[in-house]
């Protein structure tokens, strides 16, 4: 398929360069509660990016419609709609997700992302660019909860998805799961190093310093 | 059209209210009966998971069906209430949520596992971010614990949240509620410490407030069926 260097820079921006975790700094709060455990952080991504792909596109159809003073709060409802939505159908088709998720299907809601592409993009452009910007948010923000869910879980409970992965040979050495990892500071610490990382490599987006 | 409009605003606020709450009534309405079945199988599931039974949702039902005998309503005195035995999910017993409005008792279901009955009790409290619960399968002895099983709604994972977890709920395995003749419950302890007097077993390391709600709860819980305990104990 090919698409247009506009579609690519909206659908693959918010990957890299316009990333909203590590550049925008939005959606900091989910990225930091739900990434213990790889397994929550990756259907919380998958959830995050449907959610926010079909916001857009329904806000993207009614932005011709949306009375300007009331927009927030017709925003709102369809994000909360759909996410009241994928929650029930979860409940009826994969319970025992739901019951993992528990409170993080609803924190979607409150998703900084969520409301600031609707706000930014949806309202602005056409159905279809703004299904690719939600996918492409969603991604961005889902990578960035999956790495560090996998270091959080891997350093912190020696596992992956639940399966031991660090040798019990590791812990008989003297090894110890580093229980700081389970705490949120620790999130904050692995997101910082992603973004210094990602800085160093993008020189463009590096702040001027006096 | 003017979007500015006052009255267009009202008129298209009011009708995407009742668009949403139409669609989500539908959407709840259309899945409710598959998720009552999933809420159903899925207590079948911990009741056995507390008699160390680790049931698939597919076969919860049958096995369910294979192992608890009886279930009943009990009164404040620990005996039966007449007419509320059967274990089907339309049954009292099963039905009855412990705490819920004009309950007529406190459930208890009776499984026979290899030939010995097994008498088992839920448990509700509080954690650190909501509810917890639980389900206790205690043997005829009316103070032995047989198994347990324990849930959450939201304890953090990683900590709080591993009180699900097989190495933390195996632990009650064989522990005794009752010491000389007393309700002492259970107590759950910083790992490493202990309690003189009673059973305990090891908390979940920065689950401090998780492990202290299972603690109470099962101070609470069970305590309200200390009569029915203590008769079990005295038909022996």
């Known amino acids: ?210 | 059209m003017n979007r500015e409009n006052s009255g267009y605003t009202i008129i298209y606020a009011a009708v995407m209210v009742i668009l949403v709450a139409l669609g989500l009534a539908f959407t709840h309405q259309v899945l409710n009966e598959k998720q009552t079945t999933n809420v159903n199988i899925d207590k079948m599931q911990q009741i056995l998971r507390s008699l160390n039974i680790n049931a698939k949702a597919a076969e919860a039902e049958a096995k369910y069906d294979e192992l608890v005998k009886n279930a009943y309503l009990i009164d404040s005195h620990g005996n039966k209430v007449e007419g509320t035995e059967g274990i089907t999910p339309n049954d009292p017993a099963f039905s009855t949520e412990l705490g819920s409005e004009g309950a007529q008792g406190l459930p208890v279901y009776e499984a026979e596992v290899a030939g010995a009955p097994v008498y088992i009790i839920p448990m509700r409290g509080t954690g650190l971010w909501g509810a917890i619960w639980g389900y206790l399968a205690v043997e005829a002895d009316g103070s032995t614990i047989y198994g347990s099983e324990f849930g959450h709604a939201g304890e953090t994972p990683g900590l709080g949240a591993e009180i699900v977890t097989l190495a933390f709920r195996n632990q009650f395995t064989g522990k005794e509620l009752f010491k000389e003749g007393e309700f002492r419950s259970i107590a759950v302890v910083k790992p490493g410490k202990s309690v003189a007097n009673r059973d305990y077993v090891d908390g979940i390391s920065g689950g401090t407030i998780t492990s202290q709600g299972v603690d109470k709860m099962l101070l609470q819980s069970v305590g309200e069926y200390k009569s029915f305990l203590m008769n079990l104990q005295a038909a022996q």
């Open chain 1, 1 to 210: 398929m090919a698409l247009s260097s506009k579609t690519k820079a909206v659908l693959l921006g918010p990957l890299n360069k316009n990333n909203p975790v590590i550049v925008q700094v939005l959606g900091i709060c989910s990225a930091l509660a739900v990434t213990s455990k790889l397994e929550p952080s990756l259907v919380m991504a998958i959830s995050v990016t449907i959610v926010v792909a079909f916001a857009n596109v329904i806000i993207s159809l009614l932005r011709k419609t949306i009375p300007n003073r009331i927009r927030i709060i017709v925003q709102l409802v369809v994000a909360a709609a759909l996410v009241t939505i994928v929650s029930e159908v979860l409940k009826a088709f994969a319970y025992d997700v739901n019951k993992q998720l528990s409170v993080f299907v609803g924190l979607i809601v409150t998703n900084c992302i969520l409301m600031g592409r609707l706000e930014a993009f949806a309202l602005g452009n056409g159905p279809w660019p703004s299904f690719l910007d939600g996918i492409g948010n969603g991604l961005g923000y889902g990578w960035i909860l999956i790495v560090v869910g996998f270091f959080r879980e891997l350093l912190g409970s020696g596992t992956l998805m639940g399966h031991q992965v660090i040798p019990q040979a590791f812990y008989d050495a003297g090894y110890e799961n580093n229980g700081l990892m389970m705490l949120a500071p620790m999130a904050i610490l692995l997101v910082a190093c992603i973004i210094w990382i990602h800085r160093a490599n993008n020189k463009e987006l590096q702040e001027e310093t006096n």
